[in-house]
């Protein structure tokens, strides 16, 4: 079935560092990709997501590319801030309505 | 204005006891969800309801049961409270039907802890 798999964490770094947050899925389909975060004590929120393969998807200095060759949709970010601590989640959306997300990682931003 | 909310935020209790939890959606979605999240920050969905339908249920313990007034609310009724139920329980809705794009938004949370 399908699934998402994310690097573990918790993942630290100091301010203005560059962020990398990998997550590779499986899918029979072609689903579409998310990425959410969850600030501490909140539920989730969307950060970005894209639909299709070699999409972009970008926000608040975050991006992901919908790369289908390496079934991969790492999260990036060129100069991280203390208030990104928060918990990252990638999840797949397949065709069939079916969600699913991966385990999480927690980044802690240190000034 | 609020398009995923539940109530109540926090929610302390003693085993044994029967409780529910509340959850309505502004956003006209066809499909709501509700998810467990543990210590680990590990989510797990429990249920999906589409349009009233019950289309997920993973295997969650039956003490554990959704119940759907009409599309824009799903509640979660829990009977004979345990000390492992204690957890982060999130409602999220989405459009529903055959589109591809099925994003996800998600409630506050209900903190449970179970004494």
Redesign the interface.
């Known amino acids: 079935g399908d699934s998402v798999t994310q690097m573990e964490g918790p993942v630290t770094l100091s301010e203005e560092a560059f962020l990398t947050i990998n997550c590779t899925y499986t899918a029979t389909g072609y689903p579409s990709l998310f990425w959410y975060v969850q600030y501490p004590g909140e539920g989730l929120q969307l950060l970005l997501k894209a639909t299709k393969a070699d999409d972009k998807g970008s926000n608040k200095g975050f991006e992901a590319t919908y790369r289908k060759e390496t079934t991969s949709f790492h999260l990036e970010k060129g100069s991280v801030q203390v208030s990104d601590s928060a918990v990252y989640f990638c999840a797949l959306s397949d065709p069939g309505n079916q969600f699913y997300f991966g385990t999480g990682t927690s980044l802690t931003v240190i000034p | 204005d609020t398009a ?1 909310s539940q109530t109540p935020k926090y929610l302390v209790t003693q085993m044994g006891n029967d409780k529910s939890i509340k959850c309505e959606q502004n956003l006209g979605h066809d ?1 709501m ?1 509700w998810y467990k999240q543990d210590s680990k ?3 797990k ?1 429990m249920f999906s309801y ?1 349009n009233k339908e019950l289309i ?1 249920n993973e295997t969650v313990p039956n003490r554990f049961s959704p119940k759907s007034p009409d599309k824009a609310h799903l509640n979660l009724h829990i009977n004979s409270l345990e000390l492992g139920d204690s957890a982060v329980y ?1 409602c ?1 809705s ?1 459009l ?3 589109g ?10 209900t903190r449970l802890l179970v004494l």
Do not use: D, R
């Open positions: 995923v499909t969800y920050k590990f989510l969905i589409n997920i999130f999220a989405s529903g039907g055959s591809v794009e099925e994003t996800q938004y998600f409630g506050p949370g």
